[in-house]
Structures are given as structure tokens and as C-alpha cells.
């Protein structure tokens, strides 16, 4: 396998422990550093690989834009 499958993989991996938890004690900041990490991961993997790899980062760009978005919105 190419280093860029290896990191793309790691970061699909990453984003799915972001929506569901590995084990019951999961918490927040780990969540966070997950998806910074997926995002990192993604990023890297597009760059030296194939660039359908921005689909992570892009997803984890527009779930933060939607989240601020309803974040305002409620205040």
C-alpha cells in the first residue's frame, strides 16, 4: 500500500470514531483531537495521493460551518 492510502485510511478511521465512539468512556476532547487528526490525515493524503482524499477535510469543514451556523442561529 502507498503511504497516501495508509494516511487516508487512518483518517476515515479517525472521522468514524468522531460519530461513533469506540468504547463507552469516549469523551469530547478526543473526539476534537480526532477529527483535527482525520483532518490532518485527509489533507496529507490528497496532497501526496489521489485527491478524492479531500472529501474528509471537506466534510469536516462544512459539519464545523453548519455547527457555528446553528450555534448563531439559536442565540
Known amino acids: ?4 492510502t495508509i494516511a487516508g485510511i487512518a483518517s476515515a478511521v479517525l472521522l468514524a470514531c468522531v460519530f461513533v ?3 463507552r468512556e469516549w469523551r469530547a ?3 476534537f483531537a480526532c477529527a483535527v487528526l482525520s483532518f490532518v490525515l485527509g489533507a496529507l493524503a490528497a ?3 489521489r ?6 477535510p471537506a466534510s469536516i ?7 457555528l451556523y446553528v450555534v448563531i442561529y439559536v442565540l
Open 21 to 23: 465512539p469506540p468504547y
Open 51 to 56: 485527491k478524492w482524499w479531500l472529501v474528509i
Open 1 to 4: 500500500m502507498k503511504r497516501s
Open 47 to 49: 496532497t501526496s495521493g
Open 61 to 67: 469543514i462544512a459539519g464545523f460551518a453548519l455547527d
Open 29 to 31: 476532547p478526543i473526539s
